[in-house]
């Protein structure tokens, strides 16, 4: 709260100083009034962002803003404007524009048409016409297509169907884009960031569909109001609360069941919406094989929404968010403790909120303002009497920023902001139970301020051509209490390295680092549904994910940068061609990419992270490189639609150093854990009828680099292996082809209560993937190879959904 302040004034000044800059129009200009509103879902009154606004008379266009609302500035007169979205019928509105005009423009469902929106709730042109590039969207309507897993619609799996987006294994938590860890992701939900985006350590989501009104995906040209990561920035939007009437929905599934509500407390004022979600699967184990009866995996989690329209000009939304996952193994294999136990309890829990108030100024200025918190705990535990202990570990978010948005004209529209965020980490605490064995260890907090400010300008210098230029400056300021070591020179960072230490105290700021983070997009247009764009963006990480497994687990530490672990960055240049065909009914597209990465950060060979006393003693810092090519062929209408998507990526890291303990692959570049050279991605939606689809996906990608043993050395009369060369070996490819049906109440029923039923079936071939590959040792004999699969059979499900 010290920002706040702070902030303030940022906020006060920045306004006042464009408000004097506005002057009176000269006499010999034109006058111009606005068209003012939102455009909102005729029957769910939630707002539609990408809507094109045509004025037919004068044949100009506008675009509705992420939360539907539009500005259309316009001579006064008469006129008639074409409101025109994908998945929604084109309404025609007639408006006289004597002065300013503020209304609200409700569209109606296509889905009589039988016209689906299989990939995004974009505008149907907007991958041609808007100058940012590598972004896609995502409507929660299109996501119900795919076939789910276990009858569970999922956010982030259906992002593994986007072009540059990979995850490392089936059922591993996070995912990764153009060559970055699932940890160099931005995830942010309503503003406020996820720590660990998965349930059930990774086979599902933390995004509840039933409250998720969109989703972003920038993974190319990032805008300058997002900082902090080094790869991508998925946004993910809640439903805005019905205004107007009361609703429930919700659904009954194997995994999991959901319930939610919305409504107006106070109508067209104040409204609220409330959604739970939760899984009962211990009867599950119990019918399982005896070595799978104790273990456990449920979760649960709730998302609310309070909504309070004061007026046209003022706005305040909250939003929270609560998770908590248990998940219990009959056995240690995966706590990175070296104690021996007959179990082993994970326990990780998510708890945000977000406080937004936004200020519509007046037709070229508006101010948004939000408070934000996010924490993120995890907790492994085992029970057992003599090895009983609880490890425990946290993430701490505080953040305040203002955003301003100033639109002088049709040619320019400025953003501007600051942003203060407030970090706590507390690597690991481990307690022993009251007779163990175990001994106490309690590393210590690390704290820092993160810093930022950013200005941006989209501009459209003519017809063809528009550029979207930013300049972002960030900064991370470490504070106490902490104890800074000191290494001897021309030394490795080693325990038994250390010179001397240095103690500083509470609130002390003993390191900082900081720069500039360059943000550009161009697009050129080459004619009707036709456009070359290029773009260039510098970005900054200054939290990391500190993990010696492929996966990272949820117990995994996380890390400031500090005096002795820089921060990433990453520059990346890409160049894209885009063609839509005159109605919009088909889309083609490439992309290509090359980003270089500075600092990045791998563990040194037999690293022991968890518990280590100081973390510049575990890891290595060197460079990376990545490039690819992305390409996209969708077909947006028509009884069959979808699309194929295909992408080359390679990633590689580059650890060298003049101490032989601190380099990797003896200083020679290898594949990172996530380099996957091939992925293509198939999906068919075929919609006979308005209460009929049926929906196919195939996916198939090269296997991950693995490491495996090259030699087996006989010590003490056991067999130990022997490893060289990291990452130099692959699993076998993967493949999987995916089936669903979802059958919906005919639409022509003007029925108040709507249901469904979703049959699907994934893996339909039951292919066993490897996951990894591992070997069985003994004193005696090194045996074969083995590979482990997470789903090695097919997994039919049934899930029905009602909303009232």
Do not use: C
Not at 203 to 220: A, E, I, Q, Y
Not at 584 to 591: L, Q
Not at 706 to 727: E, F, H, K
Request: aromatic residues 12%; without cysteine; hydrophobic residues 35%.
């Amino acid at each position: 709260m010290r920002f706040l302040p702070l902030l303030l004034l940022f906020s006060f000044l920045l306004t006042s100083n464009v408000l004097a800059q506005q002057r009176p129009a000269a006499s010999n200009q034109t006058t111009t009034y606005s068209a003012t509103g939102y455009v909102r879902d005729a029957k769910t009154g939630k707002p539609i962002q990408g809507v094109n606004i045509v004025a037919l008379n004068v044949s100009k266009g506008y675009v509705t803003a992420k939360d539907g609302f539009y500005v259309v500035q316009l001579p006064p007169g008469k006129y008639i404007l074409r409101f025109s979205h994908v998945g929604y019928r084109t309404l025609e509105d007639t408006i006289s524009l004597q002065k300013t005009l503020f209304r609200e423009v409700r569209m109606q469902d296509d889905s009589k048409d039988l016209e689906e929106v299989i990939v995004t709730s974009e505008a149907p042109d907007r991958n041609v016409k808007k100058v940012e590039i590598g972004v896609s969207q995502l409507s929660i309507r299109s996501i119900r297509r795919i076939p789910p897993l276990m009858g569970e619609v999922d956010i982030v799996r259906s992002l593994l169907l986007l072009p540059g987006v990979t995850t490392v294994g089936e059922g591993a938590p996070g995912f990764n884009v153009r060559g970055g860890g699932s940890d160099q992701n931005l995830i942010l939900f309503d503003d406020a960031p996820i720590f660990n985006s998965s349930h059930l350590m990774g086979f599902f989501s933390v995004f509840n569909p039933d409250v998720v009104r969109d989703v972003t995906l920038n993974r190319g040209g990032v805008a300058a109001a997002y900082g902090g990561r080094a790869s991508s920035v998925l946004d993910v939007k809640i439903n805005e609360p019905s205004v107007d009437k009361w609703g429930v929905n919700g659904g009954i599934g194997i995994i999991s069941s959901r319930l939610g509500v919305e409504g107006p407390i106070i109508k067209n004022k104040l409204s609220f919406l409330a959604a739970a979600r939760a899984s009962f699967n211990d009867f599950l184990f119990k019918i399982a094989p005896p070595n799978l009866k104790d273990t456990k995996a449920n979760f649960y989690d709730l998302t609310t929404k309070l909504k309070y329209q004061l007026n046209e000009q003022h706005t305040v939304t909250f939003t929270g968010y609560v998770s908590t996952d248990v998940f219990k193994l009959a056995s240690d294999s995966l706590s990175s403790q070296e104690i021996n136990a007959s179990s082993t309890q994970f326990n990780y829990q998510t708890l945000a909120g977000t406080l937004r108030w936004n200020y519509f100024i007046n037709k070229q200025l508006n101010l948004a303002t939000s408070a934000i918190y996010s924490r993120y705990q995890a907790d492994l535990s085992s029970s057992d009497s003599s090895n009983a202990f609880q490890l425990k570990s946290g993430v701490w978010h505080r953040q305040l920023k203002s955003d301003l948005t100033y639109t002088p004209n049709e040619t320019h529209q400025w953003q501007a902001g600051v942003s203060a965020v407030d970090y706590l980490i507390q690597p690991n605490t481990r307690t022993p139970g009251p007779i163990s064995n175990v001994l106490p260890v309690d590393l210590a907090r690390e704290r820092a301020y993160e810093l930022a400010a950013y200005i941006q300008d989209e501009w459209k210098l003519t017809a063809d051509v528009s550029i979207l230029a930013g300049l972002r400056y960030s900064a991370l300021l470490n504070r106490g209490p902490e104890t800074v070591r000191t290494y001897q020179a021309n030394q490795p960072r080693q325990d038994e390295t250390v010179e001397s230490s240095r103690e500083y105290g509470a609130g002390t700021i003993y390191h900082s680092n900081g720069g500039l983070e360059p943000r550009l997009a161009i697009r050129w247009s080459l004619g009707e549904g036709k456009a070359v764009k290029a773009g260039y963006s510098r970005l900054r990480q200054y939290i990391q994910q500190i993990t010696n497994t492929t996966a990272a687990l949820p117990t995994s530490r996380w890390h400031l940068s500090d005096m002795y672990t820089k921060p990433q960055i990453a520059d990346q240049w890409s160049l894209g061609y885009f063609r839509n065909s005159s109605d919009n009914v088909f889309e083609a597209s490439g992309e290509v990419y090359y980003k270089t990465l500075t600092n990045a950060i791998d563990y040194r060979d037999g690293a022991e992270i968890q518990l280590a006393e100081a973390v510049e003693t575990q890891i290595v810092q060197g460079s990376g490189q990545a490039y690819g090519f992305e390409g996209l062929l969708r077909k947006n209408k028509g009884l069959w639609s979808g699309f194929v998507s295909y992408t080359y990526a390679r990633t590689f890291l580059t650890m060298d150093s003049p101490y032989a303990e601190e380099r990797v692959n003896s200083g020679r570049a290898y594949p990172a854990n996530y380099d996957k050279p091939h992925t293509l991605n198939v999906l068919a939606v075929y919609r006979p009828t308005n209460w009929f689809n049926l929906s196919l996906n195939f996916t198939y990608s090269t296997g991950r680099p693995t490491t495996q043993p090259s030699a087996v050395a006989r010590i003490g009369g056991v067999l130990v292996p022997i490893y060289l060369d990291r990452n130099q070996q692959r699993i076998p490819d993967y493949h999987r082809l995916d089936f669903s049906m979802t059958f919906e109440q005919n639409p022509l029923k003007n029925k108040r209560n709507q249901s469904s039923w979703v049959f699907s079936v994934y893996n339909v071939y039951a292919h066993k993937n490897a996951y990894s590959i591992f070997y069985k040792l003994s004193p005696a004999s090194f045996s074969d190879a083995y590979k482990l699969s997470i789903f090695g059979t097919v997994f039919p499900s049934l899930t029905y959904n009602f909303k009232f």
